[in-house]
């Protein structure tokens, strides 16, 4: 392998230099993004920060700090000196949590083999909630509470929490991407993907042509874009394909509809 390689023609070894160069880059600066620990709340981005005695601390860029009380099976989560209690009671292999707001209202959050089901203190089931945002900040309405109540959950438990992309797709796009520079720029490697193709079975001695050079780099440059959104799904898969077809759960709540309104055009 290594005398391969060592017969390869300095360009191209020079490009192999910069193609695991910037993979090793990629990877060293996408790794948090991709096993870093995550919710969501008000349509704002939580993670770890630390963690003294029994009470965890979450941060987000763009919000107050988020503290969970572990006290066993319960949880007291804290935002802005202002705590919600939450009491597990499992039911029949179903987990149970009942949730008090400060101003007194009791919900409860059911988390079934596929979804979240959010029932009152009457025990009636509470549909999927619309919330709107302006400038970042929600909009309330009613007799709405700040933070919906599947959403403290999550934040107060961490199995609860998710990672984001998708790193293979991320891996995809790479070797897409070299395909078509290979493809774009070196003739020994259309030559190769010419010897590959069907045209030897129907023609003898078949030699590429100027217009089969011409075709080769406009796929590499085809594939070369189609690697780029590729690179996107890896990023940003879950907002992009996975979140949109879900939709909303036709009984119970598995959700919310996000409604955001620009106040400055």
Same mark, same amino acid.
């Given at each position: 392998?290594?005398?391969?390689?060592?017969?390869?023609? /300095?360009?191209?070894? =020079?490009?192999?230099?910069?193609?695991?160069?910037?993979?090793?880059?990629?990877? *060293?600066?996408?790794?948090?993004?991709?096993?870093?620990?995550?919710?969501?709340?008000?349509?704002?981005?939580?993670?770890?920060?630390?963690?003294?005695?029994?009470?965890? &601390?979450?941060?987000?860029?763009?919000?107050?700090?988020?503290?969970?009380?572990?006290?066993?099976?319960? =949880?007291?989560?804290?935002?802005?000196?202002?705590?919600?209690? $939450?009491? =597990?009671?499992?039911?029949?292999?179903?987990?149970?949590?009942?949730? &008090?707001? /400060?101003?007194?209202?009791?919900?409860? *959050?059911?988390?079934?083999?596929?979804?979240?089901?959010?029932?009152?203190?009457?025990?009636?089931?509470?549909?999927?909630?619309?919330?709107?945002?302006?400038? @970042?900040?929600?909009?309330?309405?009613?007799?709405?509470?700040?933070?919906? /109540?599947? &959403?403290?959950?999550?934040?107060?438990?961490?199995?609860?929490?998710? &990672?984001?992309?998708?790193?293979?797709?991320?891996?995809?796009?790479?070797?897409?991407?070299?395909?078509?520079?290979?493809?774009?720029?070196?003739?020994?490697?259309?030559?190769?993907?010419?010897?590959?193709?069907? =045209?030897?079975?129907?023609?003898?001695?078949?030699?590429?042509?100027?217009?089969?050079?011409?075709?080769?780099?406009?796929? @590499?440059?085809?594939?070369?874009?189609?690697?780029?959104?590729?690179?996107?799904?890896?990023?940003? @898969?879950?907002?992009?394909? $996975?979140? /949109?077809?879900?939709?909303?759960?036709?009984?119970?709540?598995?959700?919310?509809?996000?409604?955001? $309104?620009?106040?400055?055009?």
């Amino acid at each position: 392998m290594l005398t391969w390689f060592k017969s390869l023609q /300095p360009s191209t070894r =020079r490009f192999a230099y910069k193609v695991l160069a910037l993979l090793v880059l990629v990877t *060293v600066l996408s790794w948090p993004y991709f096993t870093k620990h995550i919710f969501e709340v008000n349509n704002m981005t939580y993670s770890f920060d630390c963690k003294q005695g029994n009470i965890i &601390t979450y941060h987000s860029s763009s919000g107050p700090p988020i503290q969970v009380q572990q006290n066993g099976m319960d =949880r007291i989560v804290t935002i802005q000196a202002t705590d919600y209690v $939450i009491t =597990r009671q499992d039911k029949g292999g179903i987990k149970e949590y009942r949730l &008090t707001y /400060p101003t007194g209202k009791v919900y409860t *959050v059911q988390n079934t083999a596929r979804d979240f089901l959010l029932y009152d203190d009457q025990g009636e089931p509470v549909y999927a909630t619309i919330t709107a945002y302006s400038n @970042g900040e929600r909009i309330l309405g009613g007799n709405e509470e700040l933070y919906l /109540p599947v &959403t403290l959950v999550q934040a107060a438990y961490s199995n609860y929490h998710f &990672t984001r992309g998708y790193p293979f797709i991320l891996l995809i796009a790479a070797g897409v991407f070299i395909y078509g520079w290979c493809t774009y720029r070196y003739e020994r490697f259309q030559n190769f993907m010419f010897r590959m193709s069907l =045209r030897q079975l129907f023609v003898v001695d078949a030699e590429p042509s100027d217009f089969y050079y011409f075709t080769c780099k406009l796929g @590499g440059i085809a594939s070369m874009i189609i690697s780029f959104f590729i690179a996107l799904l890896a990023y940003f @898969g879950d907002d992009m394909l $996975i979140r /949109p077809a879900a939709g909303l759960n036709t009984f119970g709540y598995s959700g919310k509809l996000n409604v955001t $309104i620009d106040t400055d055009s």
